[in-house]
């Protein structure tokens, strides 16, 4: 073996508390080839995990790298008519292929070392922006491979039937490679056209869905109806995502259940995104402020995968953040208020097995055979890591170590 990872609490998500037992990872050529506890290390690298958390690398199921770290670009709005698309349409003419590749850089560094080993991130396109956004996400993913996997989900952010040249780049994107195509129907003047041309470029070049659906300050018109509908009509359940739907949390919790189940069968998960959602909700009221955050744990209950994530960063929409999906995590409880060690289990496991699920990712989890990908969290459970926020340690990808914190001590005198 090459590496061995020695004396880990394992968590994939899959179950409510680690093994009592300290297990150790052998890792060859690239791929966990034992799991057992004492395995021989002859010849081979050895990182001791000291009885702290592993798991198969944290997954950011939704995210706009492309569009992060523009904050102090753009200009204040007022609170009641705050916009985040606003807010980022007038300086897409300053996103050039550079500077967008920079920005987005930073942002993937941070996520790789707050132990994020798989992602799927949204790129914009459109005539303000064209296939600038692509092209720089598209390098690197190239160039850091070494350290996450990533995926792009090419979007119209500012409407689709209404804003011509978009479907053109749509396409464009979809013939060099994207594997997943998503939509804003909330920013088009005919938002159920524009879901129905996303499941039809969907079906057309067999991609995954993933659509920004249903925020707004009341829970009146619904889209996730008509998204549930075609995901039965054209047999796409399992490849459909609805990130957001703030919605839910104005509608009373047997409403939610009921549409819930329906999502479940019809295999529509769901993405909430706790920190922009509570930035953004709320903004036409000054008192009783509702939350925004939809209830991840009660749709879950109810037989909806879903996942936890950042969304954006230093933007508009969420002008703050670290990458940090453990923080999320913990936001996230605060919001919904969970405080039982089984929902805050699963909230990690929204972070790890079931947001692996979400991207239909069939080679994550410790088995043998998988990816090396481990990460060390400076925890021993998933329930400590939520609610401590945990710092990661250590992460390896592919076996070989990618990053490395050092565990906070005190300096006595």
Same mark, same amino acid.
Request: with cysteine; charged share 25%.
């Given at each position: ?43 081979? *690298? ?62 993937? *560094? ?31 993913? @190239? ?44 920013? @088009? ?153 089984? *929902? ?70």
């Amino acid at each position: 073996m090459d590496l061995v990872i020695r004396n880990a609490r394992l968590s994939d998500g899959t179950s409510l508390v680690p093994e009592r037992t300290l297990m150790d990872i052998g890792i060859a050529d690239g791929r966990i080839a034992a799991i057992a506890p004492n395995l021989p290390v002859a010849g081979a *690298q050895v990182y001791d995990a000291g009885g702290r958390l592993a798991c198969p690398g944290l997954v950011e199921t939704h995210i706009h790298i492309d569009k992060s770290r523009v904050i102090e670009r753009c200009a204040p709005q007022p609170r009641a008519t705050y916009s985040p698309v606003k807010g980022v349409t007038p300086i897409k003419d300053t996103m050039t292929l550079e500077d967008t590749r920079q920005r987005a850089e930073r942002t993937l *560094q941070e996520c790789i070392l707050h132990g994020t080993t798989r992602m799927r991130t949204q790129v914009e396109v459109d005539p303000g922006i064209g296939m600038r956004g692509y092209d720089a996400v598209q390098s690197l993913i @190239d160039d850091y491979k070494w350290a996450i996997d990533i995926e792009m989900c090419v979007f119209p952010q500012e409407g689709l039937t209404n804003y011509p040249g978009t479907d053109e780049l749509l396409v464009e994107a979809m013939k060099r490679g994207a594997k997943v195509i998503g939509g804003a129907p909330r920013y @088009d003047t005919d938002g159920p056209a524009q879901i129905e041309r996303i499941f039809e470029l969907a079906r057309e070049y067999d991609a995954d869905i993933d659509i920004h659906l249903d925020v707004g300050p009341t829970p009146d018109g619904l889209y996730v109806h008509q998204v549930r509908e075609l995901t039965e009509k054209y047999r796409r359940g399992g490849r459909v995502v609805v990130g957001h739907m703030a919605k839910f949390s104005l509608l009373p919790p047997d409403e939610v259940a009921k549409i819930a189940r329906g999502l479940a069968d019809a295999g529509v998960a769901v993405t909430v995104l706790p920190a922009t959602d509570l930035f953004l909700m709320g903004r036409n009221v000054d008192y009783a402020v509702p939350r925004g955050v939809a209830d991840a744990n009660h749709l879950c209950a109810h037989g909806v995968n879903c996942s936890l994530s950042s969304n954006n960063i230093l933007n508009p929409a969420t002008p703050f953040g670290d990458c940090s999906l453990v923080r999320m995590a913990n936001l996230y409880a605060n919001i919904v208020q969970l405080d039982r060690p089984e *929902q805050l289990h699963e909230c990690f496991n929204m972070l790890t097995g079931r947001s692996a699920k979400l991207l239909n990712l069939k080679d994550y989890g410790f088995k043998v055979g998988n990816p090396g990908d481990v990460v060390i969290l400076n925890a021993e459970t998933p329930v400590q890591a939520v609610s401590e926020i945990a710092q990661p340690l250590a992460a390896f990808k592919n076996g070989r170590q990618t990053l490395r914190w050092n565990a906070p001590e005190l300096l006595r005198p």
